[in-house]
Nanobody
Framework: QVQLVESGGGLVQAGGSLRLSCAAS????????VGWFRQAPGKERELVAH????????NYVDSVKGRFTISRDNAKNTVYLQMNSLKPEDTAVYYC????????????WGQGTQVTVSS
């Protein structure tokens, strides 16, 4: 399994932006589908966005469409989540996760990074 480390979280005012990074080691991230998940207190974890191995056809949950952009730089073994027009309801711990194409479940997870959006 590839090891993942997230960074870039923090405290931002509503309407602001953050860029999260997910750096991989112990494997080639280009072999994996990568997703960004988030979990707010008292809520279930949700898949926010995911991206294919080549970076085409990213997918987003409806609540972030038009505000968040997932991208990847396979040369740097890193996946990003650019978050614009942040809202207080985006406050959560954000996790990146990876799975091989033929797998159903994401089985490599990072430790998470806190994103807090103040109103």
């Amino acid at each position: 399994q590839v090891q993942l480390v997230e960074s870039g979280g923090g405290l931002v005012q509503a309407g602001g932006s953050l860029r999260l990074s997910c750096a991989a080691s112990g494997g080639t991230l280009s072999s994996y589908v990568v997703g960004w998940f988030r979990q707010a207190p008292g809520k279930e974890r949700e898949l926010v966005a995911h991206i294919s191995r080549g970076g085409s056809a990213p997918n987003y949950v409806d609540s972030v469409k038009g505000r968040f952009t997932i991208s990847r730089d396979n040369a740097k073994n890193t996946v990003y989540l650019q978050m614009n027009s942040l809202k207080p309801e985006d406050t959560a711990v954000y996790y990146c996760a990876a799975r091989l194409v033929f797998e159903v479940d994401f089985d490599s997870w990072g430790q998470g990074t806190q994103v807090t959006v103040s109103s």
